[in-house]
Nanobody, 128 residues
Framework: QVGLAESGGGSVQAGGSLRLSCVVS????????MGWFRQAPGKEREFVAS????????VYSDSVKDRFIISRDNAKNTVDLEMRDLKPEDTAVYYC?????????????????????WGQGTQVTVAS
């Protein structure tokens, strides 16, 4: 089992920044990739970013590319999401997720079904 706990959410003005952190516990060595997803009210959960354990390769959704940065610290078992130039449309509950599946292509890590473990989520609200 893998446990995930997010922190760092809050309320900011448009153009502001926030840093989310996810602490990974349990069988961390089984994880192949970590991801961040978000879900706004009335909308489906959507992919934000992911990072591979073996290569540290990162992928981002088009909506956050060049504004968000995902990083991991394997020694501390944490995965962070640095969010800059936040926009009202970034308002959502942000979820940390862990996958124990190994795929050769990054495209699989855009899908929520690839991730077995999920955190409880942290709210991010961006005011205009």
């Amino acid at each position: 089992q893998v446990g995930l706990a997010e922190s760092g959410g809050g309320s900011v003005q448009a153009g502001g920044s926030l840093r989310l952190s996810c602490v990974v516990s349990g069988r961390t060595f089984t994880t192949s990739a970590m991801g961040w997803f978000r879900q706004a009210p009335g909308k489906e959960r959507e992919f934000v970013a992911s990072i591979r354990r073996s290569s540290d390769k990162t992928v981002y959704s088009d909506s956050v590319k060049d504004r968000f940065i995902i990083s991991r610290d394997n020694a501390k078992n944490t995965v962070d999401l640095e969010m800059r130039d936040l926009k009202p449309e970034d308002t959502a509950v942000y979820y940390c997720a862990a996958s124990d599946l190994n795929y050769p292509s990054d495209r699989y890590y855009y899908a929520s079904r690839t991730y077995r473990y999920w955190g409880q989520g942290t709210q991010v609200t961006v005011a205009s």
